[in-house]
């Protein structure tokens, strides 16, 4: 699991009577993810196209075209069938001329359809302000303009106009009409320059006559006229799909191998004899290649295992196979293709397969790093239910999980359907032991006798327990960190111990001789609530009986009465180690406190949503409080709101916090439930956007920064899954 599937480099070297069998096997088996010859050898050159190639790459281009006009889709495809040369040539061409043509016409009447458009909105001013086209030109002396603006500016300025003698408006809402009869000495632009300065937008009068509005109406009638036209084209393209697209589809798969094979020579190393071909193929896969090729073309090639790669990266080159008797494949020494990193394969099982998505949302592991998909398995649901721990809001997780996981066919979108479930199945489990479910505490009531093992901590009795998660924040911060550079400690020994102590062991050991000394005391500076009588595992709220680390002090620093501690001369062994390794990384020796702290905001979290869903019960059931000062606690009114003073839960009730819109009458309650439902709608979306988030960020930011670097190539190997062919 946290190893990639082990990958072995290939060569298959033969005569080019037999390359375009072993290509044909070598396809079928779908196993060799191909390597390109980067022409080191003197004599061999990258392979040639087969013939045909151009031919079938010019239809596969042909065929996503017209998939594309007619808009096909993979649900579209219908049954798998046998596409023939000649279907490829007869029924695809007839298929490209019909769709052509529709597409042809399809375009025409859309471009007829928008000037026709166009010219509507553009004569509908005119029809708005109802004077006949013909009145608004033509005129020798008289100037007229139509536009938009205000009438009163454009008044304004056509009066202190001095080339205007006479003029007249007509309004229609916004639309102007101006006719202005100049004096003698203005010229032909009076008008517009008298409009210069007004809030007027001019329009292009139309060349036509008569009733603006029965223009309009006309044009109207043309546009009807071109959109049933549009539409039966449309529904001809639909006929055209509905019939020709599984026939598409399976000519496009099928063109797509025909490419697919045609050109696999390119990243060959060819003479005008022989080939040489090499590629990455799963380790446990390589007998199954060698017997098919062996059954395919016998001693016409032959089949090498080059290199068994390690998963240690030993200066950027891989451990070759070495020479042995009991194996007899050939040493490194005979690659034609460049040194390059193996394919990854993830190797997780089924339950831990759907969180590889959120690995490879920062890249894919290298083949020689850690998969740390599994401990984000094992960590981020935790986080996640940890933080909401509600049984309401995880059976509301879960079922738009399991929605997500088996509606959805991308991969990915199913992906995140089951992190989902499995978040919601950590947020129920601790849902049932906090006793919540939407905020409400009946599940404690009915499962605990209202008493679970753990709270929240929101309420004042249960006060501790909110100080109690802040440490174990800080608890599962060292471990998940732990883990991180434990990681990277195993991949560096690789190079030698003393990387791995200088690179990786020196941040652990700084990091456990700082906490172990704020366990311990921190010289009297740290809270209480860490070390001796008043510890949070000390029954306040865990029962563990520990007071904290013992602080095996060696001497007193003179002048500011420090005792130091032998946990802070190990924390200063990891420094200096840091030092040795890597100087400049000591800049960013705080990271041991930082990192940790980081880890507080699964408390916090846990208590910000814990009282948001409070506060939407609040909003609807009401809440009254009985008793005092720690001893405090804060009840629903689920069936009734008591008076104060009155007795409830053994309690006197000492106040109403909120009588609640459910004892608040009709109105009341009809507000009320749309509070309740959108309130708790709220909190549960926000859970995804902050417990989520927060969750993610400490497995990107905090861990994955700690020993993780990505950029694997993915595993492609050369061949196809058939989806809509068949060679049946």
């Given at each position: ?429 601790f849902g049932v032991l906090y006793g919540e479910i939407f905020g409400l505490h009946i599940l404690g009531e009915f499962v605990w006798s209202g008493n679970p093992p753990i709270h929240k901590g929101l309420q004042p009795i249960e006060g501790e327990f909110a100080t109690g998660w802040l440490v174990l924040s800080l608890l599962a911060g060292i471990a998940h960190l732990t883990i991180g550079w434990g990681f990277d400690f195993i991949e560096n020994l690789e190079h030698s111990f003393k990387d791995a102590m200088t690179e990786s062991g020196s941040w652990i050991i700084m990091m456990f001789g700082l906490w172990v000394w704020i366990f311990s005391g921190a010289g009297g500076s740290a809270p209480g609530l860490l070390f001796g009588s008043e510890s949070v595992f000390n029954g306040n709220p865990f029962p563990f009986g520990f007071t904290g680390f013992p602080a095996f002090n060696l001497f007193t620093i003179p002048g500011i009465n420090f005792p130091f501690s032998v946990w802070l001369l190990v924390f200063f062994l990891g420094l200096v180690l840091l030092v040795v390794g890597e100087p400049i990384e000591a800049v960013e020796f705080l990271n041991v406190l930082v990192n940790v702290l980081s880890y507080t905001r699964l408390a916090a979290v846990l208590l910000a949503k814990a009282g ?117």
């Amino acid at each position: 699991m946290l190893r990639p599937e082990q990958m072995s480099k290939i060569s298959v070297t033969g005569s080019r009577t037999v390359m375009s069998d072993v290509i044909e096997t070598i396809h079928e088996l779908n196993l060799v993810h191909l390597s390109n010859y980067d022409g080191s050898w003197d004599g061999f050159d990258p392979g040639n196209p087969v013939s045909g190639a151009d031919e079938a790459s010019d239809k596969l281009v042909t065929v996503r075209s017209i998939e594309s006009i007619l808009g096909v889709d993979a649900e579209d495809a219908g049954p798998q069938r046998i596409v023939t040369g000649e279907a490829l040539e007869d029924e695809l061409e007839d298929i490209r001329a019909q769709v052509n043509e529709l597409d042809d016409r399809r375009n025409e009447l859309g471009e007829e359809l928008r000037s026709v458009e166009d010219r509507i909105g553009s004569m509908e001013p005119f029809a708005t302000l109802g004077i006949d086209l013909d009145l608004l030109s033509g005129y020798d002396h008289l100037q007229v303009a139509v536009g938009e603006g205000n009438a009163d500016e454009i008044e304004r300025a056509l009066a202190d106009s001095e080339d205007v003698q006479e003029y007249e408006l007509f309004t229609e809402g916004q639309t102007v009409a101006v006719f202005v009869y100049p004096t003698d000495e203005a010229d032909d632009d009076a008008l517009d320059d008298a409009l210069v300065g007004a809030d007027f937008a001019s329009l292009e009068i139309p060349d036509a006559s008569g009733s603006p509005e029965e223009y309009v109406a006309e044009l109207k009638h043309d546009k009807q006229k071109l959109e049933s036209k549009l539409n039966g084209v449309e529904n001809e393209l639909n006929d055209v799909k509905l019939d020709a697209a599984g026939f598409l589809l399976a000519a496009e798969e099928k063109l797509a191998i025909e490419v697919q094979k045609a050109e696999a020579p390119l990243q060959f190393a060819t003479t005008e004899n022989a080939f040489v071909a090499e590629g990455w193929i799963p380790t446990e896969k390589y007998a199954e290649l060698k017997s098919n090729l062996d059954s395919a073309v016998g001693e016409h090639v032959e089949v090498d295992e080059l290199e068994r790669a390690s998963y240690e990266e030993k200066g950027g080159h891989h451990a070759p196979l070495e020479q042995a008797e009991e194996t007899g494949v050939a040493t490194d020494g005979g690659h034609v293709t460049k040194e390059e990193n193996p394919p990854v394969i993830q190797k997780n099982p089924g339950a831990v397969k759907p969180f590889e998505v959120l690995v490879q949302t920062i890249n894919r592991p290298k083949y020689f790093e850690f998969d740390p998909t599994v401990v984000l398995f094992l960590t981020f649901p935790l986080f996640f239910g940890f933080m909401i721990g509600d049984l309401g809001y995880g059976a509301l997780y879960t079922l738009i999980g399991y929605f997500i996981y088996t509606k959805f066919d991308n991969e990915a979108i199913k992906s995140l359907g089951g992190i989902a479930i499995w978040a919601g199945a950590f947020t129920m489990l601790f849902g049932v032991l906090y006793g919540e479910i939407f905020g409400l505490h009946i599940l404690g009531e009915f499962v605990w006798s209202g008493n679970p093992p753990i709270h929240k901590g929101l309420q004042p009795i249960e006060g501790e327990f909110a100080t109690g998660w802040l440490v174990l924040s800080l608890l599962a911060g060292i471990a998940h960190l732990t883990i991180g550079w434990g990681f990277d400690f195993i991949e560096n020994l690789e190079h030698s111990f003393k990387d791995a102590m200088t690179e990786s062991g020196s941040w652990i050991i700084m990091m456990f001789g700082l906490w172990v000394w704020i366990f311990s005391g921190a010289g009297g500076s740290a809270p209480g609530l860490l070390f001796g009588s008043e510890s949070v595992f000390n029954g306040n709220p865990f029962p563990f009986g520990f007071t904290g680390f013992p602080a095996f002090n060696l001497f007193t620093i003179p002048g500011i009465n420090f005792p130091f501690s032998v946990w802070l001369l190990v924390f200063f062994l990891g420094l200096v180690l840091l030092v040795v390794g890597e100087p400049i990384e000591a800049v960013e020796f705080l990271n041991v406190l930082v990192n940790v702290l980081s880890y507080t905001r699964l408390a916090a979290v846990l208590l910000a949503k814990a009282g948001m869903a409070f506060v939407v019960n609040l909003l609807f059931f009401g809440v009254y409080v009985t008793g005092h000062g720690e001893e405090e606690s804060w009840h629903f009114g689920l069936t009734h709101m008591p008076h104060e003073s009155a007795t409830a839960h053994g309690h006197t009730v000492t106040d109403i916090m909120f009588p609640g819109l459910l004892h608040s009458g009709v109105a009341g309650i009809l507000v009320g439930l749309l509070v309740l439902v959108l309130g708790h709608a709220l909190v549960l979306t926000l859970g995804i956007t902050s417990a989520g988030l927060q969750a993610v960020r400490l497995e990107y930011v905090e861990f994955f920064g700690k020993f993780y670097e990505g950029g694997g190539e993915a595993y492609k190997p050369f061949g196809y899954d058939r989806a809509y062919t068949t060679e049946d």
